[in-house]
Each structure stands twice: as structure tokens, then as C-alpha cells.
T-cell receptor
Framework: SQQGEEDPQALSIQEGENATMNCSYK?????LQWYRQNSGRGLVHLIL?????REKHSGRLRVTLDTSKKSSSLLITASRAADTASYFC???????????FGTGTQLKVEL | NAGVTQTPKFRVLKTGQSMTLLCAQD?????MYWYRQDPGMGLRLIHY???????AKGEVPDGYNVSRLKKQNFLLGLESAAPSQTSVYFC?????????????FGQGTRLTVV
């Protein structure tokens, strides 16, 4: 089974609205990352938050991490049509140096 | 700077045929990964490597083999392709272990097994 599960699986919003997607994971982590994937392309790194951090910002992105609940959220503010993509959380676990991904949220931003 | 390059980009195989997917990175990264992506399943880790000459199994290793003879290359082999291996394969590399650094991805290889 996969380490991360994103929620919702799909999200459709209007341009200018905020988009929030959530990630839950199963085991303890060293850090959590969010990636974006445009259709038919490879994944691109967005932001990394370490296990001792609770919130991090990068431009229009805001990520929170709650290790007690084993969950993270990604907020995209003032969304644009160009934000249409799939978003994945990824967790780095110690020991094996594995980087494992969730199932993704498909975001569609409509004009 | 090419980053991560996957070869080939597309391939159609017949059941039982073998092939090797090549991943090359020019960033001097220690860690390299092979994933497969299927609809609704996200990315699943097949095998990974934490350095030249090392390999380890991921979540779905059956039917695949890998080799890391050179630091910059990570090869994924299918010895006897099956229709269940129809997927999009992604290679990734990172500079620091334990997932501490961002991963750079190739553009993917779309494999169809008929």
C-alpha cells in the first residue's frame, strides 16, 4: 500500500479562488514534499517541509504539517488556470532513503 | 544542464520480450529511483539506489531488475514483459538521502505491452 493518500482525488475551482488539498501518511517521516505534475510530464518539486516544522510558505503556496495527525495540507492562493495539474505529496522515510508518493489530487482551475 | 534523461520515451513490446530503460543524470546525485505511474495509483516505487553499485527493492519490484554500475546511470530491466507492466515509468534522482532534498524527474517512458 502507498504511504500517502491525497484528498480530494479531484478538485475543480474558478480562477482566483483558493485550492486546498490534503495528504495523510502512515509512518513517521523525516520530511514531506509536494510535487506538481502537468499532464504527460514529469514531476516538479514545489516545497519541502521538515518534520520539526509546522508551516512553510513559498509564493502563493502554503504548506502545513501535523505530525501528530500524520497529515499535511497544501494551499494554493489566488489560483490561476496555469495551476491546473496533479499534485502529489511525497514522504522521505529514514533508513532506506525511500521517497514514496501519494495517489495525487487532480486540480482543475477554470476561467 | 540536461538534468535527468530517460531513454526511450515510448516503446511497444510484445508479451515475453525484454527491454532496458535507461536513466541518466548529470547532477552528480547519489540517490536514484524508478517509479511506475498508473491511472489512479499515483507513483509506485519499483527499485532505488543509494549509490553506485547499490540497489534496493521498492513497493512493486516483481518482474523488474535494476543496475547502477555507474553513478550517473540507473537501468531498469524487464526480462519478460507482461501486459500488467504497461505503464508510464519515471526515473528520479536526489542529492541527499532520506528524502531530504528535492527529487528531479525525467520526462517519463510510456511503455505498452501487447
Amino acid at each position: 500500500s502507498q504511504q500517502g493518500e491525497e484528498d480530494p482525488q479531484a478538485l475543480s475551482i474558478q480562477e482566483g479562488e483558493n485550492a486546498t488539498m490534503n495528504c495523510s501518511y502512515k509512518t513517521s517521516i523525516n520530511n514531506l514534499q509536494w510535487y506538481r505534475q502537468n499532464s504527460g510530464r514529469g514531476l516538479v518539486h514545489l516545497i519541502l517541509i521538515r518534520s520539526n516544522e509546522r508551516e512553510k510558505h513559498s509564493g502563493r503556496l502554503r504548506v502545513t504539517l501535523d505530525t501528530s495527525k500524520k497529515s499535511s495540507s497544501l494551499l494554493i492562493t489566488a489560483s490561476r488556470a496555469a495551476d491546473t495539474a496533479s499534485y502529489f505529496c511525497a514522504t522521505g522515510t529514514g533508513g532506506g532513503n525511500k521517497l514514496t508518493f501519494g495517489t495525487g489530487t487532480q486540480l482543475k482551475v477554470e476561467l | 544542464n540536461a538534468g535527468v534523461t530517460q531513454t526511450p520515451k515510448f516503446r511497444v513490446l510484445k508479451t515475453g520480450q525484454s527491454m532496458t530503460l535507461l536513466c541518466a543524470q548529470d547532477m552528480n546525485h547519489e540517490y536514484m529511483y524508478w517509479y511506475r505511474q498508473d491511472p489512479g495509483m499515483g507513483l509506485r516505487l519499483i527499485h532505488y539506489s543509494v549509490g553506485e553499485g547499490t540497489t534496493a527493492k521498492g513497493e512493486v519490484p516483481d518482474g523488474y531488475n535494476v543496475s547502477r554500475l555507474k553513478k550517473q546511470n540507473f537501468l531498469l530491466g524487464l526480462e519478460s514483459a507482461a501486459p500488467s507492466q504497461t505503464s508510464v515509468y519515471f526515473c528520479a534522482s536526489t542529492n541527499i538521502g532520506q528524502g531530504a532534498a528535492e527529487a528531479f524527474f525525467g520526462q517519463g517512458t510510456r511503455l505498452t505491452v501487447v
